[in-house]
């Protein structure tokens, strides 16, 4: 709500997600970094989850499998969305579709597409939606 609520030690300490050394409430985690002016922004659980997730710099040697895979997971980091995915391309970026949402995924991911247990290819996390 634009309150403060505490101070931290530099924004280059904290990720997207994080709960511990903060002081925060147990219903709150940090939801967004604003660097430029070295605040974290706190925010409910629930703000941190995301189905649409946007991939930069991918490396996917077979696009059209990718894309019209049924049975596609993607694999972020730490709590990794359950279910399968939709991918489609557009320009110099990948747009996935999660079927459930993904928690606190955070710009500068990894991110690895899988079909059943042949990794497709993966690129690095762009943004989320």
């Given at each position: 709500n634009g309150k403060r609520i505490g101070t931290h030690d530099g924004c280059a300490f904290y990720t997207v997600g994080q709960k511990r050394g903060l002081g925060l409430p147990p219903?709150?985690?940090?939801?967004?970094?604003?660097?430029?002016?070295?605040?974290?922004?706190?925010?409910?659980d629930e703000e941190l989850r995301r189905r649409r997730l946007t991939v930069r710099a991918w490396n996917v040697p077979d696009m059209e499998r990718l894309c019209r895979s049924?049975?596609?997971?993607?694999?972020?980091r730490g709590r990794n969305p359950d279910g399968f995915a939709r991918v489609r391309?557009?320009?110099?970026?990948?747009?996935?579709?999660?079927?459930?949402?993904?928690?606190?995924?955070a710009p500068g991911q990894p991110v690895v597409f899988y079909e059943r247990d042949i990794v497709l290819g993966g690129g690095?996390?762009?943004g989320s939606g």
């Open positions: 219903s709150l985690a940090v939801v967004a970094i604003d660097a430029a002016r070295n605040r974290l922004i706190a925010g409910e049924r049975e596609l997971r993607v694999v972020i391309l557009e320009r110099d970026r990948l747009h996935v579709e999660l079927e459930y949402p993904a928690w606190a995924p690095i996390l762009a």
